[in-house]
Structure formats: structure tokens, C-alpha cells
């Protein structure tokens, strides 16, 4: 049984900085792309990042570009992390960590196949 565990959210005011992890176990994820997504109330859920198996390829939703930064620790390939810099109000959601069967984490939600349970980012201004 794959398991993904995210941990690191908050609440945080404008202007802050957060930082998630993600934590895969249940099976060898030392070559899985991974990546994050999230969830606003009512909204659908919205690609954030994702990262290649090597860690050298991310890739950023538009609206998170140049303010966060994914990574993966090389010594433990089975965790990665997304660094949150100058937070806004609009960036508050659950924020989900997905990890792909094979090739790469899809930008599209429904196409990957593993998900973690979610952690709640709360941003006020």
C-alpha cells in the first residue's frame, strides 16, 4: 500500500514564508516523479509544482512561479518539499502531494495515481 504523508502547514500571515514536506512510503519511490497540488473551497484542484525522479526538471503553476520552489532530499528520494515564499491570502488551501506510477506527475489531477491525505495552508492578510 503506497502512503503519502504530508506534514509543514499552517497559518501563516501575508508576506511569510512556509515550507511542506511529503513523505512517501509503501513501496521504492527512489525514481517516482512527484509533485504538489491544491485545493481553495470550492474550486477544483490546481497544479502547483512537480519535480522529475533525478530532481534536475520542475516545473510551476503560473500562479506560484518565482515565490515557490520544489526540491527532493537526494539522500531519502522518497521526500520533497515545497518551499513558500512571500505568501498571499490567494494561496491559502489544502495543499496535496501526488507522487506518479511511471514517467512524470501529470498537471492534470484525475492522471496520478497516488495522493497524500492533505495538509491545510491558511494565508491572512
Known amino acids: 500500500q503506497v502512503q503519502l504523508v504530508e506534514t509543514g502547514g499552517g497559518l501563516v500571515q501575508a508576506g511569510d514564508s512556509l515550507r511542506l514536506s511529503c513523505t512517501a512510503s509503501g513501496r521504492t519511490f527512489g525514481s517516482a516523479a512527484m509533485g504538489w497540488f491544491r485545493q481553495a473551497p470550492g474550486k477544483e484542484r490546481e497544479f502547483v509544482a512537480r519535480i522529475s525522479s533525478s530532481g534536475h526538471i520542475t516545473e510551476y503553476g503560473d500562479s506560484v512561479k518565482g515565490r515557490f520552489t520544489i526540491s527532493r532530499d537526494n539522500a531519502r528520494q522518497n521526500t520533497i518539499y515545497l518551499q513558500m515564499n512571500s505568501l498571499k491570502p490567494e494561496d491559502t488551501a489544502v495543499y496535496y502531494c501526488?507522487?506518479?506510477?511511471?514517467?512524470?506527475?501529470?498537471?492534470?489531477?484525475?492522471?496520478?495515481?497516488?495522493w497524500g491525505q492533505g495538509t491545510q495552508v491558511t494565508v491572512s492578510s
Open positions: 501526488t507522487a506518479a506510477k511511471s514517467g512524470r506527475v501529470s498537471t492534470s489531477p484525475t492522471e496520478n495515481a497516488y
